[in-house]
């Protein structure tokens, strides 16, 4: 992996990069979608080029159980597996564990947790996430981490980023113990955590940047806690991390918080939100976010939002789109999640111009100038 | 509307036609995707170009009741609504009123029946379905038809037909007093009835030639009946039906069925099975239908039929097929009914080659030798 800071705005922390992986390079900041079980919801990844995706996230935990790193290493790696022939990020699976299992134990040598699938008994620790990792053959491995649920005392969660560096160490060492099952590099990043203490992201953050990875997250936010505090943390942390290194705000989240974000010198960003939001009908604009249902709509011959030349804008009303959102059908679904992974990368492709031009904050005074921000919307 | 014989097989009466309509020309024999609430079901209407999808059904009475035929006329007729550039072909809705709704009664008049969706109370008058399908702007119109259940008395089949004659001297009639809304020609098909009597079938088909319909259908098969009765009543109709006016087998059907059709003077098909299964995980190879979820799938690294080079196949594996309906993902069910339209489209065009060549017999030999029909599988 290499990682070159192109241009740092004047006025903000804002930076264009680009991180050069094994399948390709990515221009940063980067919005990466989700495709938790290898395949973005709803779309094919001929779709996800078109909307320019240039990496994509899959989940290490989901993939460990259905349909196992095992088979998918059998069959060549995740790339060939969902055919998708540029980078992926995977995720390590700890978010999943502590949010998604309803049993989970945590020991100084891993976490023991049961399958939210079928009740199955599994146990991760750091090094077996990374030779999970290795058998999917991510271009970006993320360590194993603890992660806490907002809010937890001071207490619990100094002893949380003690163990999450000691899995750090210890999965630095397995990666560099292991090597690349298909020819291609993989690099590994680790996650900065500690709640919303300041002192404690400080010591996560210093702590890890002395490990030297290659690059850099922050997990733990975008869990619930105030938006500034997660803005707060964001700056924290990114005013103690390497500045020549990537560095990627994890789960987040809305546009007006990866606007945040890049100003605060994210890198990187992954969120369910515009797919999820897509299956549900809910699809971003220039002007903020519009529930395809609504009444509003039902015989609106115009496009979700006239600024887009998304396929879905150019091809289909929002009456139409109501329409198929009213009788169920799937196609809905998919337009919508085409369109709303198309504002992401396109508002990200803006920011990046911005930040080239000196002109980040212009830019985020016109964002926010026109776009309502939806304040009763859980992330 | 014209229709062109091109070239009738030596052997058999299986046909190669070209159906020159408004939006295109459509090459016959041919099977039209059902595109039921004005979408086909998971696709959009660029992948429907690209399986080489002629023409498309879509059906009236879902659209009356959702969206609603004055909606879709206010915004511009169907093919402007779903964003679809070539011929539609919508049905009557005699179909779904006698087959969705718990509550119908048939009177000289019309239908009266309550609504699917919401119990509410609704009247199809031939005229009236006409004058839908007017708004709708499909390219071909189907007169409104009753629909007996199989099996039915000869006494309730003779009542029928007089009946279903009659509204479609009505629809006629309205057909030619009314005119299209978008500048463009709309054509209207008869359907000829007479369950599995074959009097009542040749009395029906006769009947409806001397109105001089510029197609016909034939109506009220595969609703259960044994398929030799289906083949049978198929054979004796186009034996009566004009040599020169295209014949449309509806809600028919699966492959064999439609090889069997066209040896018997079909020209059209339509069924929802390519898409019903494929959201089921079942597909269709040239040595018959396969289950991808089943187990033997598991890390099968081919592609659903090594002779098919659609998307699907030529990208994904089987197993990743089974792992995207193992784990309900769209994707699965978009990949399957794209590569099951995709087949049918595709033995079309080499039934169609094959009749050009006088070689149909042979094409049907060699289809059937290596097909393996599935007995228990319902229609």
Known sequence: MKFKIEHTDKETSARAGILELAHGMVKTPVFMPVG???????????????????????????????????????????????????????????????????????????????????????????????????????????????????????????????????WAERSLREYHQTSPLYGHDQTLFAIVQGGSYEALRRESASALTELEFPGYAIGGLSVGEPKQIMYDMTSICTAILPVEKPRYLMGVGKPEDLIQGIENGIDMFDCVMPTRNGRKGAVFTHQGMTILKNAGNKDDDSSIDPECDCYTCRNFSKAYLRHLFKAEEILGMRLASLHNLYFYIQLMKTARSAILANRFKEFKNDFFSRYEIQKHVKN
């Open 36 to 166: 938790t079980q290898a395949t973005v919801k709803t779309l094919t990844p001929d779709e996800l080029v078109d909307v320019d995706a240039e990496i994509i996230l899959a989940n290490t935990y989901h993939l460990y159980l259905r349909p196992g790193h095992e088979l998918i290493e059998q069959l060549g790696g995740i790339h060939r597996f969902a055919s998708w022939r540029r980078p992926v990020l995977t995720d390590s699976g700890g978010y999943q564990v502590f949010s998604l299992t309803d049993l989970n134990k945590v020991k100084q040598e891993g976490v023991y947790f049961r399958s939210h699938l079928d009740g199955s008994y599994h146990t991760f620790t750091p090094e077996y996430v990374i030779r999970i990792q290795r058998s999917l053959g991510s271009d970006i491995m993320m360590v194993l981490d603890e992660c806490l649920p907002y809010p937890s005392t001071e207490n619990q969660v100094r002893d949380s980023i003690k163990l999450t560096l000691q």
